[in-house]
């Protein structure tokens, strides 16, 4: 870390990073949009992105950005306006209004708050710090978050909504949250949230369950008050259970612990089980199209198996940029936006494939080392939080591209095509790169 | 409450990096796993979803007679294809339509629908298959008008010498759904063709080929994107018959001329099994199932005779079976040869009546004459004397009851006969199915080619063959398959037995009941016989020749179904075929003066037909 200090201003390996993916990203644009009959307005509105990004990423980079913190509370103001206005003067594109139309562009508000959500719960937080152990402090976070994801919800975006959560709890992990609060919390939230999205999941697929016993138990406890009865049991009996394992492995800790973990997940799952048991079917439905939107669920594993045939198919060298035929045939759904991912493996093989994630593994490294040695709290966390963002987005883009993770309609950062996304990325890298050259000073 | 230290913080900070680089090596780990183990597989699955193949069927293997002479060909047919494609504009499509219609028999109208649909979908079309090689060159030449015409050269079954041999060969038809099912992993289509009955199904493996085609790359939406290349089609293995074509058509032709129109010629070489003849009448045409529509088949094709009487049809061997009991009487020297015995033309066992079929009784009888005059009363003493046992020891020696072999779907296998038989069935054997057995009639059933395979060991001095039909198949990649001559088991019987025996039926035709046979400059042997039947008998004559001082060169069994008396139906019929086999080409030659037994009172029934009287 001393080191670090007394390198230059601007950290030439983030910013040759994120120089690298924009590259490869605009590259698997070009060759993805080219046999689209509107692959002219793509390019020109990606290229226009490119220029407004380079300014947003050279005005994030020059600002001091501790005036974020000083004027927390305007950011906050504008970004709730900002979404407020997209759901009323927005353009609705296939089901999302979540556009709005500017002379010469359109540009897309939630990608904006993204960022901005992070900077006013750094800043939040940073305030908060004294009583960060506090469960209030916790629930106060929340409260910043709610009105943001609650306009998002709005549009409808579940999957942007979904995103901010895992961004929240890294926040409040590295501003020292206490552990148990994080845990009732991430407790809670998991096992309700997974079981209420395995149950729609298979309410509406069954044949997910098909293989799988365990599976198929899990369903039935969504129809059975006896079945739930006797898991909520089964939990405990295990927290028990765990906390003999633990005596024997001589590391004491107070039954009660246990006893509230099992209290929290079987909370979680109960009043998932309630939520589901009073959904409707229209509302499972609608449910759905928050998970998988502008898709039927068989649509969407077509989609997946379409990606993983494209990146299969590339190989270690793939087939040559602009000759991947799953991508050029139209094999490929979404190519140039979400599935952006499977048109890098069947073109540039694992070669490319492998040198996107080697190059977000760089750019995580030197956000995280940027907020290490940042001069002050507020840039330690904002740090955390935008490298958050991008680590979650990419990991959950590449693994539905690899068939590891549901469909969901997250972006590539820096790779796939959307100008507000691109922009707003490279401004929030700016910031990075600005709080690093700020770092000269202790807090 | 103090806000947490800087280190505090920081190893949080470590401990959230450490999720997202493990994050990074679950996709990498994921990545290898997709992009290079299973890339083989993904690559695979690539190249499917790209190509479509417009399929180009390949020329069937071809079938051929033992002298070369082809009894299943093909004919070159040709398939019109129109493939869109985005710079052509639609504005040529009426005149395609109208141009292409008076040759492909088609609407203009219709045609041009098609040709339209084909334009939308971005998708080749087949607009017509199977057109003769006429309507070829005029089209040819619209070809070069219009881009996008495509003629593909593929071939069809064609049967030259029509209704021929017709069960052996059987036909092809469309995909059944029970062919489909076990066929749909084997490279065939839907719409593929399969032989469906006869050579074409058994060896539908080897006759089949590889289709080839044209490889198109098209888009997800099945649209065309240009062609990858060609694939020439394999033809299908040839197969050489073991059938002599012109005797099949002298068999076919005399069957057809018999009294009743229905029988089966068997005509076998006895010193290999080589099958020269298998006939079966009333038959069918097999290329009446290639017809574009069924309705233009002269008979509704569910309803063809496809019963193969040959080696389907079962029936009692009558007085032929004389040849099986007389080398049972003759060979365990139980009885002299010269043994006479006097056959009034009735035989009284008990309180039954059991007649001869010639009612005024043959006198006096020894061996020879019994058998050239077939004196069913002469057999009933000798094989009482023999004992039923050892009649049906003899008729498993002489393979009653089992089947040839010859490898052909539905081959009957008969019944054999005897106390053995009926033991089995838990019932008891009497005198009276003695008699019955010595004659060949009871519960004995027989196929023509098991009387053929009988023959050919009674010509050969013994050796049963298996008849085999396939001389040789030549494949494309692997040695051709030869056929060797099998022996399915040999009967062995004393040297004077054979000689008498083949004298005996030697004389059934020079002086006997098979007198009709008879022709100058052959050494034929034979017995007749006339199978039992509810409606009218059927008539057998069996037999072998050969030219004199060689062996016999033909082994043969006739049957002319419902043809009554086996003296009178069959002998012609075997005449007629065996002259047309020793003597290419045909030469009439004079019926020589019908012998003895011809020349008395017409009897009320056949020989071996016996009436069972109860007093």
């Given at each position: 870390?001393?080191?670090?200090i007394?390198?230059?201003?601007?950290?030439?390996?983030?910013?040759?990073?994120?120089?690298?993916?924009?590259?490869?990203?605009t590259?698997?644009?070009?060759?993805?949009?080219s046999?689209?009959?509107?692959?002219?307005s793509?390019?020109?509105?990606?290229?226009?992105a490119?220029?407004v990004?380079?300014?947003?990423?050279?005005f994030g980079?020059?600002?001091?950005?501790?005036?974020?913190?000083?004027?927390?509370k305007?950011?906050?103001?504008?970004?709730?306006?900002?979404?407020v206005?997209?759901?009323i003067?927005?353009?609705?594109?296939?089901?999302?209004?979540a556009?709005i139309?500017?002379p010469?562009?359109?540009?897309q508000?939630?990608e904006?708050a993204?960022?901005c959500?992070?900077?006013?719960?750094?800043?939040?937080?940073?305030?908060?710090?004294?009583?960060i152990?506090?469960?209030?402090?916790v629930l106060?976070?929340?409260g910043?978050?709610?009105p943001?994801?609650?306009?998002?919800?709005l549009?409808?975006?579940?999957?942007?909504?979904?995103?901010f959560?895992?961004v929240l709890?890294?926040?409040?992990?590295?501003?020292?949250?206490?552990l148990a609060?994080l845990?009732i919390v991430?407790?809670?939230?998991g096992?309700?949230?997974v079981?209420?999205?395995?149950?729609t999941?298979?309410?509406v697929?069954?044949?997910?369950?098909g293989?799988s016993?365990?599976?198929?138990?899990?369903?039935?406890?969504?129809?059975?008050?006896?079945?739930?009865?006797?898991?909520?049991a089964?939990?405990?009996v295990?927290?028990?259970?765990?906390?003999?394992?633990f005596?024997?492995?001589?590391?004491?800790?107070?039954l009660?612990?246990?006893?509230?973990?099992?209290?929290v997940?079987s909370a979680?799952?109960?009043?998932?089980?309630?939520?589901?048991?009073?959904?409707k079917?229209?509302?499972?439905?609608?449910?759905?199209?928050?998970l998988a939107p502008?898709?039927?669920p068989q649509e969407?594993?077509?989609?997946?198996?379409?990606?993983?045939?494209?990146?299969?198919?590339?190989g270690?060298?793939?087939?040559?940029?602009?000759?991947?035929?799953?991508?050029?045939?139209g094999?490929?759904?979404?190519?140039?936006?979400?599935?952006?991912?499977?048109?890098?493996?069947?073109?540039?093989?694992?070669?490319g494939?492998g040198?996107?994630?080697?190059?977000?593994l760089i750019?995580?490294?030197?956000i995280?080392?940027?907020?290490?040695?940042?001069?002050d709290?507020?840039?330690?966390?904002?740090c955390?939080g935008i490298?958050s963002?991008?680590?979650?987005?990419?990991?959950?883009?590449?693994?539905?591209?690899?068939?590891?993770?549901?469909?969901?309609?997250?972006?590539?950062?820096?790779?796939?095509?959307?100008?507000?996304?691109?922009?707003?990325?490279?401004?929030a890298l700016?910031?990075?790169l600005n709080?690093y050259?700020k770092?000269y000073?202790f807090? | 409450m103090?806000a947490p230290?800087?280190?505090?913080?920081?190893?949080r900070?470590?401990?959230?990096?450490?999720?997202?680089?493990?994050?990074i090596c679950?996709?990498a780990?994921?990545?290898?796993?997709v992009?290079?183990?299973?890339?083989v597989?993904?690559?695979a699955?690539a190249?499917?979803?790209?190509?479509?193949?417009?399929?180009?069927?390949?020329?069937?293997?071809?079938?051929?007679d033992r002298?070369?002479?082809?009894?299943?060909?093909?004919?070159?047919?040709?398939s019109?294809i129109y493939?869109p494609s985005?710079?052509?504009?639609?504005?040529?499509l009426?005149?395609?339509a109208?141009?292409l219609a008076p040759?492909l028999?088609?609407?203009p109208?219709?045609?041009?629908e098609n040709?339209?649909?084909?334009?939308?979908?971005q998708?080749?079309?087949?607009?017509?298959?199977?057109?003769p090689?006429?309507?070829?060159?005029?089209?040819?030449?619209?070809?070069?008008i219009?881009p996008g015409?495509?003629?593909?050269?593929e071939?069809?079954r064609?049967?030259?010498?029509?209704?021929?041999?017709?069960h052996l060969m059987?036909h092809m038809?469309?995909?059944?759904?029970?062919?489909?099912?076990r066929?749909?992993?084997?490279?065939?289509r839907v719409?593929?063709?399969?032989?469906?009955?006869?050579?074409?199904?058994?060896?539908?493996?080897?006759?089949?080929g590889q289709?080839?085609?044209?490889?198109?790359?098209?888009?997800a939406?099945?649209?065309?994107?240009?062609?990858?290349?060609?694939?020439?089609?394999?033809p299908?293995?040839?197969?050489?018959?073991?059938?002599?074509?012109?005797?099949?058509k002298?068999?076919e032709?005399?069957?057809?001329?018999?009294t009743?129109?229905?029988?089966?010629i068997?005509?076998?070489d006895?010193?290999n099994?080589?099958?020269l003849?298998?006939?079966?009448?009333p038959?069918f045409?097999?290329?009446?199932f290639?017809l574009?529509?069924?309705?233009?088949?002269?008979?509704?094709?569910?309803?063809?005779?496809?019963?193969?009487l040959?080696?389907?049809?079962?029936?009692?061997?009558?007085s032929?079976?004389k040849?099986?009991?007389g080398?049972?009487?003759?060979?365990e020297?139980?009885?002299?040869p010269?043994?006479?015995?006097f056959?009034?033309?009735?035989?009284?066992?008990?309180?039954?009546?059991?007649?001869?079929w010639?009612h005024?009784?043959h006198?006096?009888?020894n061996?020879?004459?019994?058998?050239?005059?077939?004196?069913?009363?002469?057999?009933?003493?000798?094989?009482?004397k023999a004992?039923?046992?050892?009649?049906?020891?003899?008729?498993?020696?002489f393979?009653?009851?089992?089947p040839?072999?010859?490898?052909?779907?539905?081959?009957?296998?008969g019944?054999a006969f005897?106390?053995?038989?009926?033991a089995?069935?838990?019932?008891s054997w009497?005198?009276?199915?003695t008699?019955?057995?010595?004659?060949?009639q009871?519960?004995?059933?027989?196929t023509p080619?098991?009387?053929a395979?009988?023959?050919?060991a009674?010509?050969?001095g013994g050796?049963?063959?298996?008849?085999h039909?396939?001389?040789k198949i030549q494949?494309?990649?692997?040695p051709?398959?030869?056929?060797?001559p099998?022996?399915?088991?040999?009967?062995t019987?004393?040297?004077?037995t054979?000689?008498?025996l083949?004298?005996?039926?030697?004389?059934?035709?020079?002086?006997g009941t098979?007198?009709k046979?008879?022709t100058?400059?052959?050494?034929i042997?034979g017995k007749?016989?006339?199978?039992?039947?509810?409606?009218k008998?059927?008539?057998w004559?069996v037999?072998?020749?050969g030219?004199p001082?060689e062996a016999?060169?033909?082994?043969?069994?006739?049957?002319?179904?419902f043809?009554?008396?086996?003296?009178?139906a069959?002998?012609?019929?075997?005449?007629d075929f065996?002259?047309?086999?020793f003597?290419?080409?045909?030469?009439?030659?004079?019926?020589?003066?019908?012998?003895v037994?011809?020349?008395?009172?017409?009897?009320?029934?056949?020989?071996?037909?016996?009436?069972?009287?109860?007093h």
């Amino acid at each position: 870390m001393r080191s670090e200090i007394h390198k230059g201003r601007i950290d030439w390996a983030l910013a040759g990073a994120v120089l690298g993916l924009v590259t490869i990203g605009t590259i698997s644009i070009l060759s993805a949009a080219s046999p689209l009959p509107n692959a002219s307005s793509i390019v020109q509105r990606h290229v226009m992105a490119l220029l407004v990004g380079v300014l947003a990423f050279s005005f994030g980079a020059g600002f001091n950005y501790q005036i974020f913190q000083d004027q927390s509370k305007t950011l906050y103001a504008l970004t709730l306006a900002m979404m407020v206005a997209v759901l009323i003067v927005g353009v609705n594109i296939r089901g999302h209004k979540a556009w709005i139309r500017l002379p010469y562009f359109t540009f897309q508000p939630s990608e904006l708050a993204r960022i901005c959500t992070v900077l006013v719960l750094a800043n939040y937080l940073d305030r908060n710090s004294t009583r960060i152990e506090s469960p209030n402090a916790v629930l106060g976070a929340f409260g910043v978050m709610l009105p943001v994801i609650a306009l998002i919800i709005l549009e409808p975006d579940f999957s942007s909504t979904a995103a901010f959560f895992p961004v929240l709890i890294a926040m409040l992990f590295c501003a020292g949250a206490s552990l148990a609060h994080l845990a009732i919390v991430v407790g809670f939230g998991g096992t309700a949230a997974v079981s209420l999205l395995l149950w729609t999941l298979l309410a509406v697929r069954p044949g997910l369950a098909g293989g799988s016993r365990i599976l198929g138990f899990f369903y039935a406890v969504s129809r059975s008050s006896m079945k739930l009865a006797l898991i909520v049991a089964g939990v405990f009996v295990l927290a028990y259970l765990l906390y003999r394992l633990f005596i024997m492995l001589r590391m004491q800790m107070p039954l009660g612990v246990f006893m509230a973990g099992a209290i929290v997940v079987s909370a979680g799952f109960v009043s998932a089980s309630a939520v589901n048991r009073r959904i409707k079917d229209y509302q499972r439905n609608r449910f759905l199209a928050f998970l998988a939107p502008e898709t039927d669920p068989q649509e969407a594993a077509y989609n997946v198996n379409q990606a993983l045939v494209a990146i299969g198919s590339g190989g270690v060298v793939g087939k040559g940029v602009f000759a991947g035929t799953q991508s050029r045939l139209g094999f490929l759904p979404e190519r140039h936006t979400d599935f952006i991912y499977s048109v890098i493996g069947e073109e540039m093989g694992f070669v490319g494939t492998g040198l996107v994630l080697g190059l977000y593994l760089i750019m995580l490294w030197r956000i995280f080392a940027a907020g290490r040695i940042a001069r002050d709290r507020y840039g330690y966390l904002v740090c955390v939080g935008i490298a958050s963002t991008f680590g979650f987005y990419a990991f959950v883009n590449i693994g539905m591209n690899l068939g590891l993770v549901p469909v969901a309609g997250i972006p590539l950062p820096l790779i796939s095509y959307g100008g507000s996304s691109l922009v707003v990325s490279l401004w929030a890298l700016g910031v990075v790169l600005n709080i690093y050259s700020k770092r000269y000073a202790f807090f | 409450m103090a806000a947490p230290s800087r280190d505090a913080l920081q190893s949080r900070l470590s401990v959230l990096s450490v999720f997202f680089y493990l994050g990074i090596c679950v996709l990498a780990a994921r990545l290898l796993q997709v992009q290079v183990v299973k890339n083989v597989y993904y690559s695979a699955a690539a190249e499917r979803n790209r190509t479509q193949l417009i399929r180009q069927t390949a020329p069937r293997g071809r079938i051929f007679d033992r002298s070369g002479g082809e009894i299943a060909a093909n004919q070159a047919v040709f398939s019109l294809i129109y493939l869109p494609s985005k710079e052509r504009d639609s504005q040529s499509l009426p005149a395609v339509a109208r141009d292409l219609a008076p040759y492909l028999k088609e609407d203009p109208e219709k045609l041009l629908e098609n040709l339209y649909k084909a334009v939308r979908e971005q998708s080749a079309i087949r607009l017509a298959e199977k057109l003769p090689s006429k309507a070829m060159f005029k089209l040819s030449e619209l070809r070069t008008i219009y881009p996008g015409v495509l003629l593909i050269r593929e071939s069809r079954r064609s049967y030259p010498n029509g209704a021929f041999a017709a069960h052996l060969m059987g036909h092809m038809g469309k995909m059944d759904e029970a062919s489909w099912r076990r066929l749909k992993n084997q490279g065939y289509r839907v719409d593929s063709w399969v032989g469906r009955a006869g050579i074409e199904k058994i060896f539908e493996q080897d006759l089949r080929g590889q289709d080839g085609g044209m490889r198109m790359e098209v888009d997800a939406r099945g649209r065309l994107r240009r062609t990858l290349g060609d694939i020439p089609p394999k033809p299908g293995s040839n197969i050489t018959l073991t059938i002599d074509s012109r005797l099949q058509k002298v068999a076919e032709d005399v069957l057809r001329k018999s009294t009743s129109k229905a029988g089966a010629i068997v005509a076998l070489d006895p010193r290999n099994g080589d099958v020269l003849v298998l006939a079966s009448i009333p038959d069918f045409d097999p290329s009446w199932f290639l017809l574009p529509d069924e309705e233009d088949a002269p008979i509704n094709l569910k309803n063809i005779p496809a019963f193969n009487l040959a080696i389907q049809g079962s029936f009692p061997p009558g007085s032929t079976f004389k040849i099986v009991s007389g080398a049972a009487i003759l060979n365990e020297g139980k009885i002299s040869p010269e043994e006479r015995t006097f056959c009034p033309g009735y035989f009284e066992l008990g309180s039954r009546v059991q007649l001869c079929w010639y009612h005024a009784g043959h006198k006096w009888q020894n061996f020879l004459q019994a058998v050239t005059n077939s004196c069913d009363v002469y057999f009933y003493k000798m094989g009482l004397k023999a004992g039923g046992d050892l009649i049906e020891r003899y008729e498993k020696m002489f393979r009653i009851g089992q089947p040839t072999l010859i490898g052909l779907p539905g081959e009957s296998k008969g019944h054999a006969f005897g106390p053995g038989t009926r033991a089995a069935q838990k019932r008891s054997w009497y005198d009276g199915d003695t008699i019955n057995v010595s004659i060949g009639q009871g519960e004995l059933l027989v196929t023509p080619i098991q009387m053929a395979v009988l023959m050919g060991a009674v010509a050969n001095g013994g050796t049963f063959y298996r008849p085999h039909f396939v001389q040789k198949i030549q494949y494309a990649d692997r040695p051709p398959f030869e056929r060797v001559p099998e022996e399915l088991g040999r009967v062995t019987l004393k040297d004077s037995t054979w000689t008498l025996l083949k004298s005996s039926l030697e004389d059934v035709v020079r002086v006997g009941t098979g007198g009709k046979v008879n022709t100058p400059g052959l050494v034929i042997g034979g017995k007749t016989g006339t199978a039992q039947n509810p409606g009218k008998d059927h008539a057998w004559f069996v037999g072998y020749a050969g030219k004199p001082g060689e062996a016999p060169s033909l082994a043969l069994a006739v049957l002319v179904q419902f043809g009554g008396h086996g003296s009178d139906a069959a002998t012609p019929v075997a005449r007629d075929f065996i002259r047309a086999a020793f003597a290419p080409p045909v030469v009439e030659t004079a019926v020589p003066a019908a012998p003895v037994a011809e020349q008395q009172p017409l009897p009320m029934r056949g020989p071996g037909a016996v009436p069972v009287l109860i007093h």
